[in-house]
């Protein structure tokens, strides 16, 4: 039934959405990430990464799997998969544009259960809070509590129902005391299975009315032995597919923002971009906004990580003849070496004057380089 409801489902245009994990360091980010992807770039796969953007397709096969084969669940998958962003340096990623608005749609906050919100926790909140990015929060390394009994990947609450009384009480404790801490930065939040079904519907109006009252889902997990992963995953897609329908419907229209212009030995300049919307090809005219005005040239190849591959692990790319938004794409062609990272790139249509798209272009230069001056 699972697998029929899904096909069914994905007919629904919808992107991948945007996801970036955020958090304190060494709250376990990078290791979460790892866990979702069976990798291990955390204990240095990629050898001194942590200061560069990460970027990791989940397609939407490998999401259903590890949500299926333990929660057993049947909902239908409408997101193709989630693109999930490491941005070890929060501020700039957060600071960037597409068309005026944030380029991630989510975000995983990630708490670590012992230590509770710490300083670089709150800049999260602020940030989050000032893009108006929603977000859940991932209470990492439960399998830290005294006593705790493993369980390679299941529900949390299936793992928790597994220990014993003194692990669920100081289990209990430690989260009463995360929600007050919370709660003292202006935010409700509780376990996500204790959110009553419309709570956060009503709220959401009360909100409308400029309370901001919503409460924030908490998913217990543990990036070691994979405990609450399945319900972190569900509980991402779900929302997105209930709540963020609007911002996610896929668009013809590219909107495409370059992150990193790279100089590479060999095949010449290269940009890092983020596709958030609509479909890019090998061939296409692009102009691309430059130091000394703007570039016009014709995408030669495009290639991404593999699905399930951190980006800044060094391996082979995959080539594609075209490709649709989310990704994260490095894309080669002329004459790119003085383009401005944080700007929109522009796809020359059949029927555009190349004029006007210059003109456009370049339109959004003057602030983005005021934003890189003010990070
Ligand atoms: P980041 O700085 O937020 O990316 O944190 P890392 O992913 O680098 O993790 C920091 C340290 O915590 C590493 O030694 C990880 O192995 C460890 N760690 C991360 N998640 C967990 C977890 O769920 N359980 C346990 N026991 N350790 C974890």
Redesign the pocket.
Known sequence: IAQVEFEKADNENLRSPICCIM??????????LDCIRGTNV?EGEAGGI?QQIGATYLPGENLRDRINRELKVHVGLKVPGLLLIDTPGHESFMNLRSRGSGLCDIAIL?VDIMDGIKPQTVESLKLLKMRKTPFIVAL??V??LYGWKTCHNASIVKAKNQQSKDVQNEFERRLTEIIAQFKEQGLNSNLYYRIKRGENEEKREKEEKGEREETISIVP????SGEGIPDMLLLLVKWCQRDMVEKLTYRDKVQCTVLEVKVNEGDGTTIDVVLVNGVLHEGDQIVVCGMQGPIVTTIRALSTPHPLKELRVKGTYLHHKEIKAAQFIKIAAQDLKNAVAGTDIYVVGPNDDLEVVKELTMGDKESVMNRIHRT
């Not at 997990?221 to 070691?224: F, H, M």
């Open positions: 958090g304190h360091v060494d709250a376990g980010k990078t290791k979460l955390q942590t990630v990492n390394k399998d830290r997990t543990s990036a070691i």
